[in-house]
């Protein structure tokens, strides 16, 4: 394996501690060899020195021993060298060869690029050029995202790197797919008969998917400058998130039939015109605000962003898949910075009763609920509601819950991405075709939003975003659930009480 930008920021949080996780678990080849690779000059003691720094300050699993780590890291070297020249290939090509003698291996070759996107295309055709590409045995590219700024930037580099690797050999990272609960969704549709008759516009009135983050752009403000939050989360994890929770079921269990069966969610999904996008589309900025009690500055007061800005640090939407299955079926998505609490969930609300005859004491009744958390808590609540003990006709919810992680560590996206990018098991990447379509959705917006700046809204920072996205809900007689809540909330006129921390699992009063 080369892993190009091994000296970063996302090779130190998040590669290494996958690769030892990785190790620790005896999943990979007892020959394997890194070879990390950055500009900067370093030995490979000051090399391996920074990976267990990496693994001891962010992985999960902690190094036992010493001879553990002597093991693990013996398998690891470092080179200097800079990707835009081509002439520096050479070293990295001989290394390479030493190493593959040194470990017997057959030649496989996976190449990681964890740099910068602009050096994405460069890289995969030097790889070829200097012959890095030939080898008896396999050749793999993962990259990471964001894959292309826009459809036309995308395209382009999309035909850069098909000059030196086939489709089948690109891995294209979206971490969210890594994640346990995200392709836990498959199962949860997939395996229980009782979802799966109810899954469609009959039973389900509205989906609402939200990924909200507590921190702000902190230091990578050069880049979220020119993403903001559409481009950020929008075009990758939301829209991955949506297919999985709307694909049809495939016919097996096989990697191109459920890319296939994914694609067609992005193919159903309604693009809107530039003109359409304020009726359906909110994007907001945080201002200062409070986190916790601290003040926090706004996104224009963050180091490295223009006092003008007008990047979006928030967004919230209403879609439609225009299917039979989720025809007239609102799909509420929003995502944002500095928002009051770290946490992913989708939200499947089901239809009212046909007939309401049970009502909670203030006469109304609340619906069903499917919640899926992504994370933090990574789990599954289904609330229902059931007589409140000790009296008649009195209604409250009740939550039946599942944790994913209580009691035991579960794989980091990471991790499952590397080893499946090892077998070449290519399910939860992303293929060309989504990414091509998730472009074509997200251009339109941001076009519309860069022919009228007068659209971006603002939030405090500590709130759910702006109040524009309250509204967007609203419309429909609908409104956001903030479920994995700590602070008192409402759903339906009752109070959310807390989430019980212990048992990881929201409670209703
Ligand atoms: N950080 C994160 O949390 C996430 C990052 N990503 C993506 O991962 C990629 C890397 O991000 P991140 O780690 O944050 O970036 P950093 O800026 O922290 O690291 C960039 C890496 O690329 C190397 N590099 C830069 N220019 C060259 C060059 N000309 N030749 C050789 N190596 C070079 C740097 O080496 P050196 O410093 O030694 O010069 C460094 O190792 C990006 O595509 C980003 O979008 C995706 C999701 C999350
Ligand atoms: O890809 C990205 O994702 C993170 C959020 O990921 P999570 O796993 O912590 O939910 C986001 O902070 C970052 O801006 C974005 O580039």
């Keep these: 394996m080369v892993l190009f930008g091994a000296t970063g920021d996302l090779a130190k949080r998040k590669l290494f501690p996958a690769l030892f996780g990785l190790y620790k678990a005896k999943k990979l080849h007892a020959d394997f060899r890194v070879i990390g690779s950055g500009r900067s000059v370093m030995s490979d003691s000051d090399f391996t020195a920074m990976v267990r720094h990496s693994i001891e300050t962010f992985g999960r699993i902690s190094i036992d021993t010493e001879e553990e780590w002597t093991q693990f890291i013996s398998h690891f070297s470092y080179i200097s060298l800079d990707v835009m020249n081509l002439q520096a290939y050479n070293a990295l090509l001989a290394l390479v060869h030493t190493k593959e003698k040194e470990a017997g291996t057959a030649g496989n070759r996976l190449f990681y690029l964890a740099i910068a996107p602009n050096l994405f295309g460069p890289v995969a055709s030097y790889l070829k050029q200097s012959g890095l590409t030939d080898t008896n045995g396999w050749k793999r590219l993962v990259i990471e995202k964001p894959f292309g700024h826009d459809l036309a930037s995308a395209e382009e580099l999309n035909q850069q790197i098909q000059q030196a690797f086939d489709e089948e050999e690109i891995f294209r990272i979206d971490h969210y797919l890594g994640k346990e609960m995200v392709q836990n969704i498959e199962v949860i549709r997939f395996a229980n008969s009782l979802f799966e008759p109810l899954w469609n516009n009959t039973h389900i009135s509205n989906i609402q998917i939200t990924a909200s983050e507590t921190v702000g752009v902190e230091e990578r403000a050069v880049y979220y400058e020119n ?4 481009r950020d989360m929008v075009q990758n994890h939301m829209l991955q998130m949506i297919m999985m929770v709307c694909m049809e079921p495939p016919s097996r269990l096989k990697t191109e039939a459920i890319r296939d069966e994914k694609v067609k969610v992005l193919r159903s999904l309604r693009r809107y015109s530039e003109d359409e996008v304020p009726k359906y589309i909110v994007r907001g900025q945080y201002r ?17 962003v223009k006092p003008d800005s007008l990047t979006e640090t928030f ?3 209403k879609l439609f898949i225009d299917n039979f299955r989720w025809a007239g079926v609102p799909i509420y998505i929003r995502t944002g910075k500095r928002m009051p609490r770290k946490s992913t969930e989708i939200v499947i609300q089901f239809k009212e009763m046909p007939q309401g005859i049970f009502f909670n004491k203030n006469g109304v009744l609340g619906p069903n609920l499917l919640i899926i958390r992504i994370n933090p808590m990574e789990g599954m609540d289904l609330v229902l509601n059931a007589k409140k003990p000790g009296t008649d006709d009195d209604v409250v919810p009740i939550s039946m819950s599942f944790c994913n992680n209580c009691g035991q560590e579960t794989p980091e996206a990471y991790e499952r991405l590397f080893y499946d990018a090892i077998q070449g098991d290519s399910t939860f990447f992303t293929r060309w075709d989504e990414v091509s379509l998730a472009w074509k959705f997200v251009d339109p917006i941001r076009r519309a939003w860069d022919n009228h700046p007068e659209t971006l809204c603002y939030y405090e ?7 524009e996205s309250e509204k967007l809900l609203q419309q429909e007689q609908h409104n956001w659930w903030n479920v994995s809540t700590s602070s008192q909330e409402k759903i339906h006129g009752v109070e959310l009480k807390h989430v019980d921390l212990q048992h990881r699992r929201p409670m209703y009063v």
């Design 227 to 230: 993403a903001g939050a559409l």
């Design 315 to 317: 967004v919230a939407a």
């Design 288 to 304: 200062e605000g409070s986190m916790q009690n601290h003040k926090v500055a706004g996104y224009r007061e963050e180091p490295n």
């Design 461 to 467: 920072a500590g709130s759910f975003g702006p109040v």
